[in-house]
């Protein structure tokens, strides 16, 4: 894949991705923030506003204010940036392209998050059975989650058509030696020659 079209499909993929996360977060605090909340099929989904001082699902929440920034603000941005040199440097295809700008949009889509809200990124979904229920997440998490599967699948099949490769070139016929030369037969009687007596 040439890098024009690289930088294309990385491109259109992260800002469709953050521009619909940052819009669905608008809509949710003008419709969820201080309200009730909303359950749907029998409890399964709901939608709550929340903020979330930790990473995906809240992971990190509850650590120091000073541990949060350098971990989920400077670290987060770090691998950001590592993420996305290494996607457009290095040929990938187009399903690893777009699942490494799943995970690079959804990620710094909760980072403007932090910039725009005091360190806290907006949630407002949830699902689950029973007591049995995810945290509260957003858009941009099933981004991540999106480009998590996206690579994975990738990776499957790269690693199933190396397989199969490897298996038909084990079991094809080896090539086999070429013939040895026949042996040579014995002169014609016309062509032996009688000794000359000297």
């Known amino acids: 894949m040439s890098i024009p079209r690289r930088f294309f499909i990385f491109g259109l ?29 029998g409890d399964t989904f709901r939608f709550q506003y929340a903020t979330n001082e930790g990473a995906f699902l809240s992971l990190g929440g509850n650590l120091p204010a000073g541990a949060r920034f350098w971990l989920l603000t400077v670290g987060v941005g ?14 990938v295809d187009t399903a690893n392209l777009t699942g490494y700008a799943l995970i690079v949009s959804g ?9 725009r809200f005091d360190g806290v990124v907006v949630d407002f979904m949830n699902m689950g059975l ?6 509260v997440f957003n858009v941009a998490d099933l981004a991540i989650l ?33 013939p040895s030369a026949a042996p040579a037969s014995p002169p014609a009687p016309s062509d032996v020659q009688p000794p000359q007596n000297g």
């Open 107 to 115: 990620g710094f889509s909760n980072w403007i998050d932090r910039a």
């Open 13 to 41: 993929v992260t800002f469709l991705s953050i521009a619909l996360d940052q819009v669905t977060k608008v809509l949710a605090i003008d419709a969820f923030k201080g309200k009730p909340t909303l359950s749907y099929l």
């Open 130 to 135: 029973g007591s049995l229920r995810t945290g």
């Open 146 to 178: 999106a480009g998590i599967g996206l690579l994975l699948i990738a990776g499957w099949k790269q690693d199933r058509a190396a397989k199969l490769a490897a298996r038909a070139t084990a079991t094809r016929a080896p090539a086999t030696d070429a």
């Open 78 to 91: 770090a691998l950001l940036l590592a993420i996305t040199v290494h996607s457009l440097r290095h040929p």
